[in-house]
């Protein structure tokens, strides 16, 4: 299963890091991918990462303020999210890539920027 | 970046009864090595999404035989042979062969 956590509230400029606590699986065999969902809206691809950490992809939306990691020896997934904006307000979730993204999803963790 | 499209958005359905959700891409989603990765994720009220077809056609594990999906290039189809009750929420279809992902508007599919 996948578990996020680190979410909260956070004036606009500030950053935050999102976890994501994998098991029942080995972790590191799997890339995983971000995915955001804004308030009544629909979801949005965030960011990838390979298994081995080496390989990262990321929306534009999010390119430069966002950093994605992993921590395999810890079955962790991270998002360090920086520069943060009113539009980056949604709940993020986790999800693990088997032959595509999103055999697996966690509960979500929720953000929201504002002052 | 490849836009997909969904129809309809919304989609009464009586119980019972067939439903299909279309998904189109604005380019081909073959890659070099001839698969297409377009999956299908449903959403209930409330839940995390949940994926039930990946690469076009194939269901994922515990995902009920009324749920199919069809297609090829740019043209995709998700069908429930018989809609239930447990089926209403927001389906999505994502497209993985090109970064960025991205994800259709969703369709909301509800009892009449």
């Known amino acids: 299963q996948l578990v996020e956590s680190g979410g909260g509230l956070v004036q606009p400029g500030g950053s935050l890091r999102l976890s994501c606590a994998a098991s029942g699986f080995t972790f590191s065999n799997y890339w995983m991918h971000w995915v955001r969902q804004p308030p009544g809206k629909g979801l949005v691809w965030v960011s990838l990462i390979s298994s081995d950490g080496t390989t990262t992809s990321y929306a534009d939306s999010v390119k430069g303020r966002f950093t994605i990691s992993r921590d395999n020896a810890k079955n962790t997934l991270y998002l360090q999210m920086n520069s943060l904006r009113a539009e980056d307000t949604a709940m993020y979730y986790c999800?693990?890539?088997?032959?595509?993204?999103?055999?697996?999803w966690g509960p979500g963790t929720t953000v929201i920027v504002s002052s | 970046d490849v836009v997909m499209t969904q129809s309809p958005l919304s989609l009464p359905v009586t119980l019972g009864q067939p439903a299909s959700i279309s998904c189109r891409s604005s380019r081909s989603l073959v890659n070099s090595d001839g698969d297409s990765y377009l999956h299908w994720l449903q959403q209930r009220p409330g839940q995390s999404p949940r994926r039930l077809i990946y690469r076009v056609s194939n269901r994922d594990s515990g995902v009920p035989d009324r749920f199919s999906g069809s297609g090829s290039g740019t043209d995709f189809t998700l069908k429930i042979s018989r809609v239930e009750a447990e089926d209403v929420g927001v389906y999505y279809c994502i497209q993985g062969t090109y970064w960025p992902q991205t994800f259709g508007q969703g369709t909301k599919v509800e009892i009449k």
């Open positions: 999800a693990r890539d088997l032959a595509g993204l999103g055999d697996v």
